[in-house]
């Protein structure tokens, strides 16, 4: 029977290397513990920038000026967007009838405080000056003098006083210009 154990032996050993080669008696296993949660429907969206102005229209509109009227009217512009913004005013005038009204008319922009604009007493931001000049700030990218500063949801009212001089010659007579105000605003965050 000796020899007989002899012939198992070896048989015995390859069995046994093959189970120790496939990791049977291996101390490492491959058995861990796991976990994973998963939170789903993150909701990620952009803001914007809205700048809006009341009246919608136009809201400078006077007729049969004679040399020394003034008129004064006023514009809201509000903030309706979620992000902070500065905004910043151009004006362009037409001279269809060649009499150049346009570079006659003297614009005073002005903040409204708690009075009415006709008391004047708001800081003036623009002029006075040509009508067709009137600017304030920059529509170029980034911060610049003269821009204006809205928070989101706030707004603030302008004061334009618009005014022929009593100096104007009779070659104003039945003249006409008409202006256009156009705002540009920016996001102020991340925009220095």
Same mark, same amino acid.
């Given at each position: 029977?000796? +020899? %007989?154990?002899?012939?198992?032996? +070896?048989?015995?050993?390859?069995?046994?290397? !093959?189970?120790?080669?496939?990791?049977?008696?291996?101390?490492?296993?491959? *058995?861990?513990?796991?976990?994973?949660?998963?939170?789903?429907?993150?909701?990620?969206?952009? !803001?914007?920038?809205?700048? &809006?102005? *009341?009246?919608? %229209?136009?809201?400078?509109?006077?007729?049969? /000026?004679? $040399?020394?009227?003034?008129?004064?009217?006023?514009?809201?512009?509000?903030?309706? !967007?979620?992000?902070?913004?500065?905004?910043? /005013?151009?004006?362009?005038?037409?001279?269809? =009838?060649?009499?150049?009204?346009? =570079?006659?008319?003297?614009?005073?922009?002005?903040?409204?405080?708690?009075? $009415?604009?006709?008391?004047?007493?708001?800081?003036?931001?623009?002029?006075?000056?040509?009508?067709? #000049?009137?600017?304030?700030?920059?529509?170029?990218?980034?911060? =610049?003098?003269? &821009?204006?500063?809205?928070? @989101?949801?706030?707004?603030?009212?302008?004061?334009?006083?618009?005014?022929? +001089?009593?100096? #104007? @010659?009779?070659?104003?007579?039945?003249?006409?210009?008409?202006?256009?105000?156009?705002?540009?605003?920016?996001?102020? %965050?991340?925009? +220095?």
């Amino acid at each position: 029977m000796i +020899p %007989s154990i002899r012939l198992l032996m +070896p048989l015995v050993l390859v069995v046994m290397t !093959g189970l120790v080669a496939a990791g049977f008696f291996v101390e490492d296993s491959l *058995a861990i513990f796991t976990d994973q949660e998963v939170n789903a429907a993150n909701t990620i969206s952009a !803001g914007n920038i809205a700048l &809006d102005d *009341a009246p919608d %229209s136009a809201f400078l509109t006077v007729s049969n /000026m004679i $040399p020394g009227d003034t008129s004064i009217s006023s514009v809201t512009l509000t903030n309706s !967007g979620t992000g902070d913004l500065r905004y910043a /005013m151009t004006t362009s005038a037409d001279n269809t =009838d060649t009499k150049n009204l346009r =570079d006659q008319l003297q614009l005073t922009i002005r903040t409204k405080t708690v009075n $009415p604009c006709s008391s004047e007493d708001g800081t003036i931001i623009y002029g006075p000056g040509i009508l067709s #000049s009137g600017v304030f700030g920059s529509a170029a990218q980034g911060a =610049d003098a003269g &821009d204006r500063a809205l928070l @989101a949801a706030a707004n603030e009212i302008l004061c334009f006083k618009v005014e022929l +001089p009593i100096a #104007s @010659a009779d070659t104003y007579q039945n003249a006409t210009t008409t202006a256009t105000f156009t705002f540009d605003a920016e996001q102020t %965050s991340n925009n +220095p």
